[in-house]
């Protein structure tokens, strides 16, 4: 039980493009989830907190108009990169908390984005 | 002071030793606490969660909570090559609000 899903695994685009990452939670409902980045060789760096239903919640620092998190369902959550540039690329993942009172939060496999 | 310190290693163990892995964290009302596994390029695995002072164990793993030190532990067990990750210390952010803070992580390389 209690797993996560992310799609797409990996995406190169163009500097300027959009993308689109999606999370689900696949055997579970999630009304919160997470998004994280992490750049090669460095800690995990939350983004945000997304809740089912209302705006997500940005860390101090992340630009919520560059990263858009919409949180549809009890199952799904995407982030979208705006306009995305070099310093973009890096390893974006997603987390689902369990609920019930319990904290755990269980990771999807992330996703590798590379902007040229 | 980090919200939440790991020595960031490498921390190299011969195969079958124990690996001890140590986090403090510095918000003394936090109440849930867990450990993670990322191997090199792949996303966190959850090993264990513990919300009480003493021992927890979960096969060759066991989690140690002292609240009142501010320090959580994990050993690990007859340590095998495969075990060779960063573990991330993962504490409930302040006030809860569901936030995990993570620490650096600390390096392990399990040796033949």
């Known amino acids: 039980g209690a797993v996560v899903s992310q799609h797409p695994s990996w995406v190169i685009c163009k500097s300027g493009t959009s993308v689109k990452i999606e999370c689900r939670s696949l055997?579970?409902?999630?009304?919160?989830m997470f998004w994280y980045r992490q750049f090669p060789k460095q800690s995990l760096m939350l983004m945000a907190t997304?809740?089912?239903?209302?705006?997500?919640?940005?860390e101090q620092g992340v630009e919520k108009d560059k990263f858009l998190i919409n949180h549809a369902s009890l199952t799904l959550s995407t982030l979208t990169v705006t306009s995305a540039h070099p310093e973009d690329s890096s390893f974006y993942i997603c987390s689902a908390r369990l609920g019930g009172g319990q904290e755990t939060q269980y990771f999807g496999p992330g996703t590798r984005l590379l902007v040229l | 002071q980090k919200e939440v310190e790991q020595n960031s290693g490498p921390l190299s163990v011969p195969e079958g030793a124990i690996a001890s892995l140590n986090c403090t964290y510095s918000?003394?009302?936090?109440?849930?606490f867990f450990w993670y596994r990322q191997y090199s390029g792949k996303s966190p695995e959850l090993i264990m969660s513990?919300?009480?002072?003493g021992d927890k164990e979960d096969g060759r793993f066991t989690a140690q909570l002292n609240k009142a030190s501010q320090y959580v532990s994990l050993l690990i067990r007859d340590s095998q090559p495969s075990d060779s990750a960063t573990y991330l210390c993962?504490?409930?952010?302040?006030?809860?609000?569901?936030?995990?803070?993570f620490g650096a992580g600390t390096r392990l390389a399990v040796h033949p």
């Open positions: 993962a504490v409930e952010g302040p006030g809860g609000y569901n936030k995990l803070i």
């Open positions: 513990i919300y009480s002072n």
């Open positions: 055997d579970f409902q999630a009304t919160t």
């Open positions: 918000d003394r009302g936090s109440q849930s």
């Open positions: 997304s809740n089912e239903g209302s705006k997500a919640t940005y």
